[in-house]
């Protein structure tokens, strides 16, 4: 069965630094791969998603991710972190059926 | 309006209670879905729903069951609740039909779920 593991449960940033939170997935057919946005008391809602077009996928906010096959990841990134963008963050793999299966999420952290 | 609302938002029971939760969706997608997200566990799949006459169960379906009432509605079910199904459930949809290829889900805001 499809899966992902997401490295890190909790990740901090300083405002204006870096972005990155990991994913790595486990398939054996091509992978459908997606991040999405959790904020407080919302549900979920994508930052983008890649269905074997190109491998650096760009999404909404600044976000991007790239799909590195030789190593299984789907990492996202954003170069200039910003306060709103505190969140807990999901990487899911789906089949042709959409069948998605979710990470245990990534809380991010961004201190002033 | 939301796209996706469930009802009720918030729900507190007891033991052995039987317990519906309901989605409803304005999208006019034909997928939808039911996850349960639990702190450390990230989102899993209950069951899901390709269109009215095609339920399917997902990762972890043991003590729930669903209706795909009409194309826009399908309720969850906890027949008789237990402390361990307390969590945040949610439901989603997507549209299969459009894409050919699977698609964004559109999730609804939640609901609370606590069993005593």
């Known amino acids: 069965a499809q899966s992902v593991t997401q490295l890190g449960s909790h990740v901090s940033v300083s405002e204006g630094a870096l972005v990155l939170l990991r994913c790595n997935y486990s398939s054996s057919v091509p992978p459908y791969l997606f991040w999405y946005v959790q904020y407080p008391n919302q549900g979920l809602q994508l930052l983008l998603k890649y269905t074997s077009a190109a491998t650096l996928v760009k999404g909404i906010n600044g976000f991007e991710a790239e799909f590195k096959k030789s190593e299984t990841s789907f990492h996202l990134t954003k170069p200039s972190a910003h306060m709103s963008d505190a969140a807990e963050y999901f990487c899911?793999?789906?089949?042709?059926?959409?069948?998605?299966?979710f990470g245990a999420g990534t809380r991010l952290t961004v201190k002033p | 309006d939301a796209d996706v609302t469930q009802t009720p938002r918030n729900r507190i029971t007891k033991t052995g209670k039987r317990i519906m939760l309901e989605c409803s969706q304005t999208?006019?997608?034909?997928?939808m879905y039911w996850y349960r997200q639990d702190p450390g566990l990230g989102l899993r799949l209950i069951y899901y729903s390709f269109d009215v006459k095609d339920i399917n169960k997902g990762e972890i379906s043991d003590g729930y069951s669903v209706s795909r009432q009409a194309q826009a509605k399908f309720s969850l079910s906890l027949e008789s609740a237990i402390p361990n199904q307390t969590a945040l459930y949610f439901c989603?949809?997507?549209?299969?039909?459009?894409?050919?290829?699977?698609?964004?889900?559109?999730f609804g805001p939640g609901t609370r779920l606590t069993v005593l």
């Open positions: 999208k006019g997608h034909d997928r």
């Open positions: 989603a949809t997507s549209d299969f039909r459009a894409s050919g290829t699977p698609d964004t889900q559109y």
């Open positions: 899911a793999v789906s089949d042709f059926n959409n069948d998605m299966r």
